[in-house]
Nanobody
């Protein structure tokens, strides 16, 4: 099966930085893109940024682009989200999504695989 695992979350003071990592493993043959989402308390999940297999990137919000940077390890199913100048409103659970060809139970296809999320808390 496929696993997507986030790491790097934690508690940080406003103005600080964190680097989140996301690793996909298991029955994946080809990754099309990997993306980061976040879900603040009592709000809907929102897209932060996407990185494609050709290393192109897209940010959902220009205001985040200046503080957050998505990148990946070439040849590996791993990507990162560097977060700088963190603010209390960045507090959320951060999720990684891997869009790839792989297995889902017994069926091969094109799927979105999600991680369980990692908590980021920014104190004022």
């Amino acid at each position: 099966q496929v696993q997507v695992r986030e790491s790097g979350g934690g508690l940080v003071q406003a103005g600080g930085s964190l680097r989140l990592s996301c690793a996909a493993s298991g029955s994946i043959t080809s990754v099309n893109s990997m993306a980061w989402y976040r879900q603040p308390p009592e709000k809907q999940r929102e897209l932060i940024a996407t990185i494609w297999s050709d290393d192109s990137t897209e940010y959902a919000d220009d205001s985040l682009k200046g503080r957050f940077t998505i990148s990946r390890d070439k040849g590996k199913k791993t990507n990162y989200l560097q977060m700088n100048s963190l603010k209390p409103e960045d507090t959320a659970v951060y999720y990684c999504k891997c869009e790839a060809w792989g297995m889902n139970r017994t069926e091969y296809g094109f799927y979105n695989y999600w991680g369980q999320g990692t908590q980021v808390t920014v104190s004022s």
